[in-house]
């Protein structure tokens, strides 16, 4: 049983000065989002995207930072009806602690970590929808990082799995992670959007007023992975390393706790 995994990020994965109000630095959160398709489900996937631009007028957008509010809740209200499924990674880098000092605050070890940690949720999640090794293709937004590492990375943790959860990069070939450019595949503007979406539940900056926007994300939540019961954060959504952590407002950290998955439909 064939997968496509489409990744793309929101933030950036600087973790060495981060900002704040008073001075500037790299984005205190880092999002990855993922969109996990079967071949038939891409297509129609991709009809969606073209009638969701048509429908705005705006053919040439690539980025949810791009789109007004009303045309996000439309693309998220357009993405919950495909058949995908949704998986993302966020992390507040305040949290990071000792391990920044570990890794001497390079982000491409962070961004390793990251990816990494969120492929081990979705090759978890497959493996119970019947993907075996090599079922599993992987596209990465090529952005400024260096893919070489992380997929020597992603290899060096599938062959000497120190925590259990790693187990499940069995079924992943490293070699299968590729990268491309946005406008080159369509589908990684999904990917995007729910990179955006989840960061956009702790994005409190002076341009919104301080007040983040869980809207795109409980339009999309019920597209998330979820466990046997549906609950997201055990399953579609890894927080790094809990919810606690992220330090969300309260009425958001309730609605991503409350977050469930639509099922038994993949």
């Given at each position: 049983m064939?997968f496509?995994?489409y990744?793309d990020?929101?933030?950036?994965?600087?973790?060495?000065?981060i900002r704040?109000?008073?001075s500037r630095?790299?984005?205190?959160?880092?999002?990855?989002?993922a969109?996990?398709?079967?071949p038939?489900?891409?297509n129609?996937?991709r009809?969606t995207?073209?009638a969701f631009?048509?429908?705005i007028g705006k053919?040439?957008w690539?980025?949810?930072t791009?789109?007004g509010?009303s045309?996000k809740v439309?693309l998220?209200r357009?993405?919950?009806?495909?058949?995908v499924r949704?998986f993302?990674?966020?992390?507040?880098?305040?949290?990071?602690?000792?391990?920044k000092?570990?890794?001497e605050a390079d982000?491409?070890?962070?961004?390793n970590?990251?990816v990494s940690?969120?492929l081990e949720?979705?090759?978890d999640y497959?493996?119970?929808?019947?993907a075996?090794?090599?079922d599993i293709?992987v596209t990465?937004?090529?952005r400024?990082?260096?893919y070489?590492?992380?997929?020597?990375?992603?290899g060096?943790?599938?062959?000497?799995?120190?925590n259990p959860?790693?187990?499940s990069?069995r079924?992943?070939?490293?070699?299968s992670?590729?990268?491309?450019a946005?406008?080159e595949e369509d589908?990684l503007?999904i990917?995007?959007?729910v990179?955006?979406?989840?960061?956009?539940?702790?994005?409190k900056i002076?341009?919104?007023?301080?007040i983040?926007?869980p809207?795109y994300?409980?339009?999309?939540?019920?597209?998330?992975?979820?466990?046997t019961?549906g609950v997201v954060?055990s399953?579609g959504l890894?927080c790094?390393?809990?919810?606690e952590?992220?330090?969300?407002?309260?009425?958001?950290?309730?609605i991503?706790?409350?977050?469930?998955a639509?099922l038994p439909n993949?």
């Open positions: 064939k496509t995994v990744i990020e929101s933030g950036e994965a600087g973790i060495a000065k704040n109000d008073a630095g790299a984005s205190p959160y880092f999002v990855l989002g969109a996990v398709f079967q038939e489900a891409e129609k996937a009809q995207l073209d631009k048509q429908k053919t040439n690539k980025h949810a791009d789109l509010h045309e439309l998220a357009s993405i919950g009806n495909l058949q949704l993302a990674l966020i992390s507040n880098k305040a949290t990071l602690g000792i391990y000092e570990t890794i982000p491409q070890k962070f961004y970590k990251c940690y969120l949720r979705i090759c497959l493996i119970t929808a019947g075996k090794a090599d293709q990465l937004e090529r400024n990082h260096d070489d590492r992380l997929i020597r990375y992603v060096k943790v599938k062959k000497n799995p120190l959860k790693s187990f990069l079924v992943l070939n490293p070699f992670i590729t990268t491309k946005k406008g589908l503007e990917a995007d959007f990179a955006h979406a989840v960061y956009q539940l702790g994005n002076p341009s919104n007023y301080e983040p926007e809207r994300f409980q339009e999309l939540s019920s597209r998330f992975a979820g466990d019961k954060t399953a890894k790094i390393h809990n919810l952590q992220l330090k969300l407002d309260h009425d958001v950290e309730k991503v706790r409350n977050a469930r639509r993949r």
